[in-house]
């Protein structure tokens, strides 16, 4: 047997003929660039998540920028970001002109260090924050890190790449959010057949700096407000997107189950998943393991790999010890919490469809390691 970290190729019964149709139409009809699957797109999103704007673009990255760039963030403007977090979120602080400020997170959830973050926001007076929803939930502090970003005039972006179909006490985590954006890189919880994102606001003015901003600060054909790029959602992949909206609540339900497996049967093999803080219902994107012990992080990742079982390391360095930092950042606070993340982290195979002799083989795995003492 061979389970795989992620696998993103189980499609729904009929789902590939469906997009195969589609393509055949829309290549017909040379519908390639914005049309009626974007706007479509745009609308369901709106309402799955409970926002009033949705504007769709290229990439997550570029949503992360064109939400930067709608806040007004430009050159020599200071940052907070979290020191644990994909690359780009500190990427596109840089790329917007921004001086980026990190911030350590905490180990309970993966989200930002609050006090540390409350510390920075005093001290540094940052024109704008970017934090991360890792791991398919959010920070415990959810409300208190708006209240406080509100209270300091601090424009907050929530960087919502991994928490599409999270909920916070009964309501979408994006709803209520300054300025939050997605991606649909293929392996998100809702994964495009390429490359696309989204920025999400209750505002208007921002939605409209943000959808003018990706496609070249256009106010008319030829007539440009602002020095924007190209950042326009390819028509392809709104229509791939549709097609897996109709799915998207199933593969979710069939995350949370292996997630809600995992965390009923790996602490009686020594090993405890994190738990999404009270309040959250998580999107069972990410299973998230700490293993502080090193030699035994190294046999397990062993036994893992001797018996073809995919793992990940989400995310194997924190920001600011990346080579790529040292010349933009400007400061780091709080503690190390994000570099002692980077070396214990151990995610187990998680994906829409598991079947549940894939998670028996991978528990059981897990098992056989902490018998040889592998794990904690
Ligand atoms: C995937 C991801 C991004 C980048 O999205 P792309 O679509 O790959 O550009 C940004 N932030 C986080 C937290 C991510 O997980």
Redesign the pocket.
């Known amino acids: 047997m061979k389970v795989p970290f992620i696998d993103i190729a189980r499609y729904e019964t009929g789902f590939q003929q469906r997009w195969l149709d589609k393509v055949a139409s829309m290549s017909a009809a040379a519908q390639f660039i914005g049309g009626s699957e974007v706007n479509t797109l745009e609308d369901r999103l709106k309402s799955a998540l409970d926002v009033r704007h949705a504007v769709g673009c290229a990439?997550?990255?570029?949503?992360?920028q064109l939400g930067l760039r709608a806040l007004g963030v430009g050159a020599g403007d200071v940052v907070l970001v979290p020191n644990a977090?994909?690359w780009?979120?500190f990427e596109a602080v840089v790329n917007v002109g921004g001086v980026p400020v990190t911030v350590d997170i905490d180990l309970m959830d993966g989200g930002i260090d609050h006090q540390a973050f409350e510390e920075a926001v005093k001290a540094e007076r940052p024109k704008a924050a970017v934090v991360?929803h890792?791991y398919g939930w959010g920070t415990s502090h959810i409300r208190a890190l708006r209240a406080l970003c509100l209270q300091h005039d601090v424009q907050l972006l929530e960087?919502g790449?991994?928490c599409f179909g999270v909920t916070y006490q009964g309501e979408s985590l994006f709803k209520g959010a300054r300025i939050a954006t997605t991606?649909?890189?293929p392996a998100?919880v809702l994964g495009a057949a390429g490359?696309?994102?989204a920025v999400f606001t209750d505002d208007a003015a921002l939605a409209e700096r943000a959808r003018r901003l990706g496609n070249h600060g256009r106010t008319a054909h030829y007539g440009y407000g602002d020095v924007g790029w190209n950042s326009r959602l390819d028509a392809l992949q709104a229509a791939f997107l549709n097609l897996s909206m109709n799915y998207i609540d199933a593969r979710i339900q069939s995350r949370r189950r292996s997630a809600e497996e995992y965390r009923r049967r790996l602490p009686a093999t020594g090993l405890t998943p994190m738990n999404p803080p009270a309040g959250y219902v998580e999107n069972g994107y990410c299973n998230v393991c700490l293993v502080s012990d090193t030699s035994k992080k190294q046999r397990l990742e062993a036994l893992l790999k001797a018996r073809s079982i995919g793992f990940g390391n989400i995310y194997p360095g924190a920001m600011s010890v990346q080579e790529g930092a040292a010349k933009y950042l400007k400061k780091h606070y709080g503690g190390t919490n994000a570099e002692r993340l980077s070396k214990t982290v151990l995610n187990l195979p998680l994906f829409a469809y598991m079947k549940p002799e894939e998670l028996d083989y991978v528990i059981t795995a897990v098992q056989d390691a902490v018998m040889n003492g592998a794990a904690e």
């Open positions: 990439n997550g990255t570029d949503a992360l977090t994909f780009a979120t991360a890792l960087d790449a991994q991606s649909f890189y998100k490359d696309a994102g």
